[in-house]
Nanobody, 124 residues
Framework: QVQLVESGGGSVQSGGSLRLSCAASGNTYSTYCMGWFRRAPGKEREGVAV???????NYADSVKGRFTISQDSAKKTFYLQMNSLKPEDTAMYYCAISPRWWLLSLRGYDYTYWGQGTQVTVSS
């Protein structure tokens, strides 16, 4: 079992920034793919950014150039730095982890363990 806990969500104005954190504990993988996902009201879950244990990243087109995913392997903590936020970024944000490190997938079904989510609200 792997436990994931997100933090850092909140309310900001358009153009603002937030940094989300995801702390992993339990039987974490030595090689992994860790992703950030979001779900806005009335919309399907969307993959936002992914990083694997080698540090390779993958981003959704909607956030490229604005969001940055990173990790502190020693702390087993992952981050999503979100800049130039837009109202359409408003959603519940989740982190998830998979042992299939090679996939760099933005598809939720490729992930095994999920956090409870943290809310991000961007006002215009």
């Amino acid at each position: 079992q792997v436990q994931l806990v997100e933090s850092g969500g909140g309310s900001v104005q358009s153009g603002g920034s937030l940094r989300l954190s995801c702390a992993a504990s339990g039987n974490t993988y030595s090689t992994y793919c860790m992703g950030w996902f979001r779900r806005a009201p009335g919309k399907e879950r969307e993959g936002v950014a992914v990083i694997n244990s080698s540090g390779t990243t993958n981003y959704a087109d909607s956030v490229k150039g604005r969001f940055t995913i990173s990790q502190d392997s020693a702390k087993k903590t992952f981050y999503l730095q979100m800049n130039s936020l837009k109202p359409e970024d408003t959603a519940m944000y989740y982190c998830a982890i998979s042992p299939r490190w090679w996939l760099l997938s933005l598809r939720g079904y490729d992930y095994t363990y999920w956090g409870q989510g943290t809310q991000v609200t961007v006002s215009s």
